[in-house]
């Protein structure tokens, strides 16, 4: 069963030794709530108002290196709708525990003593399997093994693709920093969609989001 709520969530981005993660803040009529789903790690730092379409409400907690214990109400979302945005500067925010260290089980997680890792350190934690056996294939086989032959082919004739936020979470950020970093696709809130950054839709939506005072 799921609650369909109008809100607003506001987005921080945490730099961690998987790569950089979003955390979620959505407020709502009936409460307050943390939110960690995947699909957010493709959002950029800031406030979305919307719709949002709640599958699970649940308590979660995690241990801190100290020994703390922090309790969290966490809601799951199988959608968010986008009606306005407001981007800021992604600051680094107070240590939380990366969702992909999370047990499939729903298990806790340690947070770490400082968010912050230096360059070697997080380039050997973000080194996926995946990425490492195509580094030695041609372009075309790079973006079949890492995105499938689907969305490879989208991606090769310059289409809009969009993620699927159901696969392992690392390789949908592999996913997601290969599009912004190396294939010069831009990311659309509205629609959740990835374009290239030349398309007219992704020209449109920065224009939108200039005009909203985004950065």
């Known amino acids: 069963m799921t609650v369909s709520l109008n809100g607003s969530i506001t987005i921080r981005i945490i730099p961690g030794r998987n790569g950089d993660f979003a955390v979620g803040e959505l407020s709502t009529a009936i409460g307050d709530f943390k939110v960690k789903d ?13 719709h949002f379409i709640v599958e699970e409400i649940f308590l979660s907690s995690y241990t801190t290196r100290r020994g703390g214990l922090v309790t969290e109400m966490r809601a799951r979302l199988s959608d968010l709708l986008i009606d306005d945005e407001h981007e800021s500067q992604a600051e680094r ?20 003593e400082d968010s ?7 380039e050997t934690a ?8 195509a580094s030695a294939e041609s372009p075309e086989a790079t973006l ?32 997601r920093d290969r599009l912004k970093r190396d294939l010069s696709y831009g990311f659309v809130a509205d629609d959740q969609t990835w374009y290239p950054r030349e398309a007219e839709a992704y020209v449109s939506y920065l224009s939108r989001r200039s005009g909203r005072g985004g950065q």
Not at 38 to 50: M, N
């Open 38 to 50: 995947t699909a957010l790690d493709q959002f950029s730092a800031g406030t979305y108002s919307g």
């Open 144 to 175: 079949m093994i890492l995105f499938g032959d689907d969305l490879a082919r989208a991606i090769e004739t310059r289409s809009p693709v969009k993620l699927d936020a159901t696969i392992e979470r690392l390789r949908f950020r592999e996913q």
């Open 116 to 122: 912050e890792v230096d360059g070697d350190d997080r």
């Open 126 to 133: 973000t080194a996926d399997p995946v990425a490492l056996s």
């Open 93 to 112: 925010s107070d240590a939380e525990p990366d969702p992909a260290d999370e047990s499939s089980f729903g298990g806790t997680a340690s947070a770490p």
